[in-house]
Nanobody, 121 residues
């Protein structure tokens, strides 16, 4: 069983920084990509940033230049460094892993429970 656990959320003032961490555990054959999503109250979940097994990254336009996603493959950990945070980025941040649990099986998406990020004015 694959489990994801996020940490690092909290309350920060506008302009401040937070670093989110997500650890993937369980029986995994290969992680294809890991991504961060966020969902604000009353809004749809949106992609924030992602990183592939090979290290390629992608970002939502709204966070480019301020957020950095990185991965420690040996530890199955993905980090999201968030700088210059804005109040409108208050949301629950979710970690996602697209992974294969057994050779020959298709990749599936796995999700963490989320961590709250609140940016005050």
């Amino acid at each position: 069983q694959v489990q994801l656990v996020e940490s690092g959320g909290g309350l920060v003032q506008a302009g401040g920084s937070l670093r989110l961490s997500c650890v993937v555990s369980g029986s995994i054959f290969r992680i294809i990509a890991m991504r961060w999503y966020r969902q604000a109250p009353g809004q749809q979940r949106e992609l924030v940033a992602g990183i592939t097994r090979g290290g390629s990254t992608n970002y939502a336009d709204a966070v480019k230049g301020r957020f950095t996603v990185s991965r420690d493959g040996a530890k199955n950990t993905v980090l999201l460094q968030m700088n210059s945070l804005k109040p409108e980025e208050t949301a629950v941040y979710y970690c996602n892993a697209n992974a294969v649990v057994r050779f020959g099986c298709p990749a599936q998406d796995y999700w963490g429970p989320g961590t709250q990020v609140t940016v005050s004015t």
